[in-house]
Nanobody
Framework: EVQLVESGGGLVQPGGSLRLSCAAS????????MNWVRQAPGKGLEWVSHIDIGGGSTRYGDSVKGRFTISRDNAKNTLYLQMSSLKPEDTAVYYC?????????????WGKGTLVTVSS
């Protein structure tokens, strides 16, 4: 059974940093593209970032480019999102999502999410 468990969310002041983690199990983690997606209160889902199977290729949404860094540790089956220079508009539930295969595009399993609140 595929399981994705996010952690690391919390309350942070504007300009601060936070690192999210996603522990994966039930599939061969190193064989799949992984994603971070978020949902702000009252808004739809927004794709944040993805990373290829080896961790050497990453992409980001325009709203987070230059501030967030996605990474993965295939030995630990864990996905990360380092968030810096946080803004109030980054407030959202953050989900990690498994890709369909080794190629970007599409997601088939999601975690339950972790809430990030950026506020003074």
């Amino acid at each position: 059974e595929v399981q994705l468990v996010e952690s690391g969310g919390g309350l942070v002041q504007p300009g601060g940093s936070l690192r999210l983690s996603c522990a994966a199990s039930g599939f061969t983690f190193s064989s799949y593209v992984m994603n971070w997606v978020r949902q702000a209160p009252g808004k739809g889902l927004e794709w944040v970032s993805h990373i290829d199977i080896g961790g050497g290729s990453t992409r980001y949404g325009d709203s987070v480019k230059g501030r967030f860094t996605i990474s993965r540790d295939n030995a630990k089956n864990t996905l990360y999102l380092q968030m810096s220079s946080l803004k109030p508009e980054d407030t959202a539930v953050y989900y990690c999502a498994k890709g369909l295969n080794w190629s970007p595009g599409g997601m088939d399993y999601w975690g339950k999410g972790t809430l990030v609140t950026v506020s003074s």
